[in-house]
């Protein structure tokens, strides 16, 4: 099968009824969209590399809902609502019944999000998806990583850790726990309720790579500290069920993949943003607070602080371990 019989499949499966803004969609050299008027546009792309990124026997029906959804969860962390998306295919075959396959994962949550696919690319090489999402924002509302304040309560949407314990048990050789591994295959980008916290919240970010890696970027970004009593952080009941609780806590802190927000708000929006709570089914954790000191406390119950074994996942470490 050639590049433009699959572009063309592709297509096929993608042809709905006219989506806003889009004024040409795939076909062309280039996508043609209308921005929604007074709102600025906000941009986001993520790449998923085999062996980096996923095992590289995924299925593809997961592998392509994950593709959209790790980019969603950028959006989502923006408090922007998502509009368009483009779709880069690094394929080493041409082969139909994957692609059928993957469009079926990203188009199920394209759907779900009515999220235009306007474009992309489609390449012969090493395995890689690389997705761009485009949505739309206010500016002045948007949900910065620089935007935290001393005083600021620190919360956690759903819960933490599932998806890192999956994956290291698949590395160990650990029978597959089907609630962990379906963190890991299916995330939930949180978009609801970043569109929500708009004008409750000034800050968020998605913990893609653990909540102590992210949480350093707010602090760095905002140039504030934070405090975080590790009690409050939220593990995933499977978690906890299958590991000590230390065990537990190194995954939430350090593991990665979770697709939660991490997010700051002045603590008299704490009654209104648990409210979101209940209205959106989503569970949100007071984590912590916000300081004028430099750097990240982690508190255990005992009054004894916290150090995270490794803070987060980097691409170019020495120690990563492969999928
Ligand atoms: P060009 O040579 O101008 O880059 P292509 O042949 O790569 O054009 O693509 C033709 C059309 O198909 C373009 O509109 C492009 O955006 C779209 N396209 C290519 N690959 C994909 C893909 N994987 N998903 C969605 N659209 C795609
Ligand atoms: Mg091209």
New binding site residues.
């Given amino acids: 099968m050639s590049?433009?019989d699959?572009?063309a499949k592709?297509?096929a499966q993608?042809a709905r009824d006219e989506q806003a803004g889009v004024i040409l969609?795939?076909?062309?050299?280039?996508?043609l969209l209308a921005p929604p008027a007074e709102m600025q546009i906000a941009l986001s792309t993520d790449t998923l590399v085999s062996g980096v990124h996923f095992f590289p026997d995924v299925d593809p029906v997961d592998l392509g809902y994950k593709a959209l959804a790790v980019n969603l969860s950028d959006l989502a962390a923006m408090g922007a609502k998502p509009l368009w998306c483009?779709?880069?295919?690094t394929l080493p075959t041409a082969d139909p019944e994957f692609v059928q396959q993957f469009m079926q994962g990203y188009l199920e949550l394209a759907k779900q999000y009515n999220v235009a696919?306007?474009?992309?690319?489609?390449t012969r090489g090493p395995l890689n998806i690389a997705v761009t999402v485009l949505g739309s924002v206010d500016a002045c509302r948007a949900l910065k990583r620089s935007a935290a304040q001393a005083g600021d309560l620190i919360f956690v949407s759903g819960s933490l850790g599932a998806a890192a314990c999956a994956v290291q048990r698949r590395l160990d050789g650990a029978p597959e726990i089907a609630e962990l591994s379906a963190r890991l295959n299916r995330p939930q980008a949180r978009v609801e309720l970043g569109l929500a916290l708009l004008g409750r919240a000034q800050c968020a970010i998605d913990i893609s790579d653990g909540l102590a890696a992210e949480l350093s970027h707010i602090c760095r970004a905002s140039g504030v500290g934070a405090r975080i009593e590790c009690a409050q952080i939220p593990i995933h009941p499977a978690l906890s069920a299958h590991t000590l609780p230390s065990e537990a806590l190194e995954f939430a802190l350090s593991g990665g993949d979770d697709y939660e927000l991490c997010f700051t708000a002045p603590a008299d929006q704490l009654a209104e943003i648990l409210k979101l709570s209940t209205e959106l089914g989503v569970n949100i954790s007071v984590i912590g607070e916000i300081t004028t000191s430099s750097g990240i406390s982690f508190n255990l119950s005992d009054g004894a602080l916290y150090t995270p074994a490794k803070v987060g996942f980097q691409h170019f470490a020495e120690t990563n371990q492969a999928f």
């Fill in positions: 590049e433009f699959l572009i592709i297509k993608t969609g795939i076909g062309d050299d280039c996508a483009s779709l880069n295919l696919l306007i474009g992309g690319d489609t």
